[in-house]
């Protein structure tokens, strides 16, 4: 959400933002919550006024009272409760307005970084740079489903039976190669000096509200039925929802979080959910990442969180690639976005595993969550991005480590972690 008083004193900055992004019909909204805002300005100061005049009258009489001055002493009565009456309708004007400019602040498109390029959707995003080499073998490689599958590790119809599709059941080595990833994970990054948590998995509409916009939520977010409650879509809902209305301490920051939960996900308007697979699902586990920083941090920890992804990635013998979001692919509550994908030697092109995300000050202005400096008190920047979400990156990892014969190389980081095994067949 962007600070008022910039998109009072900025509006046509913000316009050519929201063209940018593609988002045209959300022109008149600008002109429209300046007009508001000018009403909510001219409301209150009325209402300063006339609480000024109020106590000034209110003083004079009991001076009329003293003085026996009792007709002097009914008028300022009845003008003190005509002003009361119009301090009351004010209150409600107020509130109105200020309800009316929040929603409409709420769904205008924070202002994007410099160097997003620009584009309609993400078509149009941008390689950036690929790590490690990408290799087609000279035998096929199975589907996803069919590698599992035959190394008995997968049921897919039970799961249809109990939940409905975009759900599953796994089994063996590959549950335990899927647990394995996550903890490995986990170390990966306390190792990187963040402090690993595990959060609540459901949160309050509150929090919802300044984590994500309005289309994000209805698109991903499960509701608890009867109660204030949604089920987190990832971790960074509540890692981030930690900080509402908090106020933090510069020598405190950056606060560097790294957070593992299962994830919820309705995947409305998404490109379907698969019938057989575990591309895209209801349900799935996930590490994540979450930074509260410095306004002028941010871009530096943008940068190390992307790269953790990719040393991630390749530790584990997958290649990858990072893919710049262009201006139409970018959430509106994002100033930069990249996504890191890995390659798929079934499909020979890659696919993505992770998004690496600077909010800017949105989430910190939705949430007030504020840092005090020496200077005076300022918004956080909040950032995050995903180490691993499996099981979909256990398509990325079965693919690259398939051997010939079906069984599956444990790259030797994994070991550990696997009860010491080389490969699972």
């Not at 590490?287 to 871009?299: D, K, L, T």
């Not at 940068?303 to 040393?311: A, F, G, I, P």
């Not at 998004?355 to 600077?358: G, K, L, P």
């Given at each position: ?8 004193t900025?509006p ?41 005049q ?19 002493a009914?008028?300022?009565k ?16 107020e509130t109105e ?12 498109p ?16 941008v390689?950036i ?5 990408p290799?087609?073998?000279?035998f ?24 409905g599709?975009g ?18 994970a986990?170390?990966?990054?306390i190792?990187?000096g ?11 509409s ?19 039925e ?15 929802g ?12 950056p606060?560097?979080?790294t957070?593992?939960?299962?994830c ?18 209801h349900?799935?586990?996930k ?15 943008y ?9 991630y990635f390749?530790?584990?013998d ?17 100033v930069?976005?990249?996504d890191?994908?890995?390659?798929s ?6 696919f993505?595993?992770g998004?690496?995300?600077?909010l ?15 200077n ?8 995050n ?8 990156m ?8 398939l ?17 010491g095994?080389?490969k699972?067949?």
């Open positions: 959400m962007l600070d008022i008083k910039f998109l009072r900025d046509d900055i913000v316009k050519e933002n929201i063209k940018k992004k593609f988002q045209d019909e959300k022109l008149p909204l600008v002109d429209e919550v300046i007009e508001l805002d000018k009403e909510f300005r001219e409301a209150k100061t009325r209402a300063e006024f006339l609480r000024s109020r106590n000034k009258i209110s003083k004079q009489i009991g001076f009329f009272m003293a003085q026996g001055q009792k007709d002097e009914e008028n300022a009845a003008e003190v409760a005509s002003m009361a009456k119009e301090l009351e309708d004010l209150s409600v004007k307005l200020e309800e009316k400019i929040r929603k409409i602040m709420l769904v205008i924070n202002i994007i970084d410099p160097s997003v390029p620009v584009g309609k959707d993400d078509s149009e995003n390689e740079e690929r790590f490690g080499e290799v087609v073998p000279d096929e490689i199975p589907y996803h489903v069919d590698i599992m599958e035959k190394l008995n590790g997968i049921e897919l119809d039970p799961a249809r039976d109990t939940s599709n759900f599953y059941y796994l089994k063996g080595d590959i549950a335990r190669l899927h647990s394995a990833c996550l903890s490995y986990r170390d990966f990054m190792d990187r963040f402090t690993y948590y595990i959060p609540p998995y459901m949160i309050r509150s929090v919802v509200d300044g984590v994500m916009s309005f289309a994000e939520m209805e698109n991903m977010m499960y509701k608890i009867g109660e204030d409650l949604y089920l987190i879509g990832t971790s960074e809902h509540s890692m981030i930690k900080f509402i209305d908090t106020m933090i301490d510069e020598k405190d920051l606060q560097t979080l957070s593992y939960s299962p919820f996900r309705k995947e409305v308007g998404a490109h379907g959910i698969e019938e057989r697979g575990v591309y895209r699902i349900q799935f586990e590490q994540e990442m979450i930074v509260v920083c410095r306004p002028e941090e941010s871009p530096m920890w940068d190390k969180l992307w790269q953790n992804t990719v040393d390749r530790s584990l997958i290649p990858v690639r990072t893919l710049e979001c262009c201006s139409g692919d970018l959430a509106d509550l994002k930069k976005s990249c890191v994908e890995a390659w030697p079934r499909q020979k092109k890659y993505e595993v998004s690496c995300s600077n800017g000050d949105a989430q910190a202005r939705r949430l007030k969550i504020r840092i005090k400096g020496e005076g008190n300022y918004l956080a920047h909040t950032l991005n995903t180490c691993v979400a499996p099981p979909r256990l398509i990325a990892f079965l693919e690259n480590n051997n010939e014969d079906g069984s599956v190389r444990i790259p030797e980081a994994l070991r550990p972690y696997m009860g095994k080389d699972i067949g």
